[in-house]
T-cell receptor, first 115, second 117 residues
Framework: GAVVSQHPSWVICKSGTSVKIECRSLDFQATTMFWYRQFPKQSLMLMATSNEGSKATYEQGVEKDKFLINHASLTLSTLTVTSAHPEDSSFYIC???????????FGQGTRLTVV | AQSVAQPEDQVNVAEGNPLTVKCTYSVSGNPYLFWYVQYPNRGLQFLLKYITGDNLVKGSYGFEAEFNKSQTSFHLKKPSALVSDSALYFCAVRAFFSGAGSYQLTFGKGTKLSVIP
């Protein structure tokens, strides 16, 4: 299957700082990328959907000014958690889908810990 | 609105025995159904999908799933479980969201599979 690389796999940051997470599709063009958040022992919660070259569409309750998403190219999307707080600590997962794909492919996830 | 139900939080099965992880769905139109597996602190790995055609779908690692339209189910199965199959399994249905202008996956809550040696 197609490969999606997510970086970093884990990050610890101080409260008030910003953290950027990258999601790259390595062997296909990702027309759509998705960002999820997963709490312990829970399912994935969709945060936002981004189509290449367009503004991301955020799910209800997700602060777009706090979780900045950029999808500037067909192989890269970034999620920036701005002014991070301990409650933002979570597992963040991206997925990517190409125009010809019926399934989405997932990155390895990023464990964010805000101290 | 579409939804996916995985009625079991946890499934325990002895190694070598057959396993079933249940999933039912609700979606308008023809469903696109998926199973993913997640190992601890990792992203999701695609196992198999049903789009159309044969109701029995074969996927990775010896897994298969049976699409049943009348029961709106898509249960995941494996004839002989391995200890290494122990993980979190997610069922998902794909639907088009006009607001986002793209297809999105709706996930079940997940089922933890434990294969006992």
């Amino acid at each position: 299957g197609a490969v999606v690389s997510q970086h970093p796999s884990w990050v610890i940051c101080k409260s008030g700082t910003s953290v950027k997470i990258e999601c790259r599709s390595l062997d296909f063009q990702a027309t759509t990328m998705f960002w999820y958040r997963q709490f312990p022992k829970q399912s994935l919660m969709l945060m936002a959907t981004s189509n290449e070259g367009s503004k991301a569409t955020y799910e209800q309750g997700v602060e777009k000014d706090k979780f900045l998403i950029n999808h500037a190219s067909l192989t890269l999307s970034t999620l920036t958690v701005t002014s991070a707080h301990p409650e933002d600590s979570s597992f963040y997962i991206c997925s990517a889908q190409g125009a010809s794909n019926t399934e989405a492919f997932f990155g390895q996830g990023t464990r964010l810990t805000v101290v | 609105a579409q939804s996916v139900a995985q009625p079991e939080d946890q499934v325990n099965v002895a190694e070598g025995n057959p396993l079933t992880v249940k999933c039912t769905y609700s979606v308008s139109g023809n469903p696109y159904l998926f199973w993913y597996v997640q190992y601890p602190n990792r992203g999701l790995q695609f196992l198999l999908k049903y789009i159309t055609g044969d109701n029995l779908v074969k996927g990775s690692y010896g897994f298969e799933a049976e699409f049943n339209k009348s029961q709106t189910s898509f249960h995941l199965k494996k004839p002989s479980a391995l200890v290494s199959d122990s993980a979190l399994y997610f069922c998902a249905v794909r639907a088009f969201f006009s607001g986002a202008g793209s297809y999105q996956l709706t996930f079940g809550k997940g089922t933890k599979l434990s294969v006992i040696p």
